[in-house]
Each structure stands twice: as structure tokens, then as C-alpha cells.
């Protein structure tokens, strides 16, 4: 299998499983040279797919001899399964409250550090079918609209933005990360959806993009952090370092994502 592919939890347990049975130790990550190499295990939010992707690969040639194992889900998700003991070098949040759940548990081998920030759009069928110009078109009767669930951050943005806006809706579905969201729209079952617009980029021609002003009441701050029982210390420093480095920050912002 080609190194830097995604993969579940299990996988990623077992990748560790794995490294501790051939004899690696916590400082697996370090190399005789001084550099780094084996597993770097990222749990990272789900709006972050398509980029850490690309930084996931950039960094394994920077690097040779380390693979990066992702686990992407919605922050909420994975602040929790971190919270349980999962093995993870590196939590990446799409809000500064998911990594709370984090650090004050005591799970952040130092200060978390924001990235990046996104904000939201309206994504709609393409060429816009329903004429949706703005977050008010939201509230029309008969318009199906998904959400994400207000306890992950695309959901708690879309609440923030949809209250300071005074607009009220009642969504046909709350889904548990940005991806689902957009899944909805991109399969036809609703008529838009509130997603990063990171993510309606990355969706390309699938959907078209609705900007709206109101998104800059709830832009979402990005914090990234190694992690207390990381089974790779040296591998978390460094990958933090590469995503908060100039090409892993150019890869972030052709995604769409705004500096910190």
C-alpha cells in the first residue's frame, strides 16, 4: 500500500502495535543522524482531508523513512477518542474548544498553536438551481438545508453565524463532520448545505459556492498540537513543524484556508 493513504483508528492502532513489537520506543521518531523516521500518527479534522493529504506525502519524501497514518474525523470525535487513550502523535482541531478537551486533560505536550483559519459558505447543486444569494435564502420554506451538528465545529459556526444573523431554519439533517454536510448537497438529498469553504473548493465542479458576509461573525481558528503520549515524539515535533513551515502553509492556503 502507498505510504500516506488514510486510514481508521484500527489501522492506525495496529500501525503502532506494530512498531512497539519490532522493538520502537517512545523516541522511535529519531534516527542515529538526528532526524526522523517511522509512524507519525495525525488525528485531524475532517475539513483538513485534501491537505494534509498533500502535506502528508511532502513530508514523507522531506523525510525518508517515515510513513504519516491519518485519521480524519470531526474534531469533536476525535478530541474524544484521544481522550480514551487511542495512540496519536498529533491532534489537528477545527476549533480551539475541541483541543480544550485536550489540553485540559493534560494530552498537549505544550502550547497548541492556531495554523490556520476558515470560514464558512453556502454550498449549493451546481449552476445554483434554487437561486440561494445569501444566508437568508436558507430560511425559505421547502428548502432542504444540512448542518453539521453544533457539537463539531462547522456545526458550532453555522449556529454562531445563523444567530448573529437572526436567521432561523430547521435543517433536514445534522451531520457529524463538514464532509457529510457537503456528501448531502453533492448527492442531491438537500438543497444546500453550511461547509468550509475549504471543502467547497475542494468539491470542484460538484457544487457550486455561495459567499455570504455574515460568515465573518464565526471564522474558526485552527490549533495544532503534539501530543502527551505521542508513540513518536521527534515525528509529531517535526510534522508540526513542516504544516506550520512555508510550503506546508502554501498548501494550505491554495486549499482556501486563511493565515492564522
Same mark, same amino acid.
Given at each position: 500500500m502507498r505510504a500516506g493513504v488514510v486510514r481508521t483508528v484500527a489501522v492506525a492502532v495496529a500501525a503502532t502495535l506494530a512498531l512497539a513489537a519490532c522493538g520502537g520506543s517512545r523516541d522511535a521518531g529519531g534516527s542515529a543522524g538526528g532526524?526522523?523516521?517511522?509512524?507519525?500518527?495525525?488525528?485531524?479534522?475532517?475539513?483538513?482531508?485534501?491537505s494534509f493529504t498533500r502535506i502528508g506525502r511532502d513530508f514523507e519524501t522531506a523525510n525518508p523513512g517515515t510513513t504519516v497514518v491519518f485519521n480524519f474525523a470531526g474534531s469533536s470525535a476525535l478530541a474524544t477518542q484521544i481522550a480514551e487513550g487511542a495512540p496519536a502523535d498529533v491532534f489537528a482541531s #477545527?476549533?480551539?474548544r475541541n483541543m480544550a478537551t485536550v489540553t485540559e486533560a493534560g494530552g498537549a505536550d505544550g502550547e497548541p498553536a492556531v495554523f490556520v483559519r476558515n470560514q464558512l459558505v453556502v454550498a449549493v447543486a451546481p449552476g445554483n438551481p434554487e437561486g440561494v444569494r445569501g444566508l437568508a435564502d436558507l430560511a425559505r420554506p421547502g428548502l432542504k438545508v444540512a448542518l453539521c451538528a453544533e457539537q463539531v465545529p462547522c456545526g458550532a459556526a453555522a449556529r454562531t453565524t445563523l444567530d448573529a444573523a437572526r436567521v432561523t431554519l430547521t435543517p433536514v439533517t445534522l451531520e457529524q463532520d463538514v464532509k457529510g454536510a457537503l456528501s448531502k448537497v453533492r448527492l442531491g438529498e438537500v438543497d444546500? #448545505?453550511?461547509v468550509y469553504r475549504t471543502d467547497a473548493r475542494a468539491a470542484g465542479a460538484d457544487v457550486t459556492t455561495v459567499e455570504f458576509a455574515e460568515s465573518a461573525q464565526a471564522v474558526n481558528d485552527y490549533p495544532i498540537a503534539v501530543l502527551t503520549d505521542a508513540p513518536n515524539p521527534a515525528g509529531a515535533r517535526a510534522f508540526v513543524a513542516y504544516v506550520r513551515s512555508a510550503p506546508g502553509q502554501a498548501v494550505l492556503t491554495e486549499a482556501g484556508f486563511q493565515a492564522p
Open positions: 532526524g526522523v523516521t517511522g509512524t507519525v500518527t495525525v488525528f485531524a479534522a475532517a475539513s483538513l482531508t485534501e #477545527a476549533s480551539p444546500a #448545505a453550511l
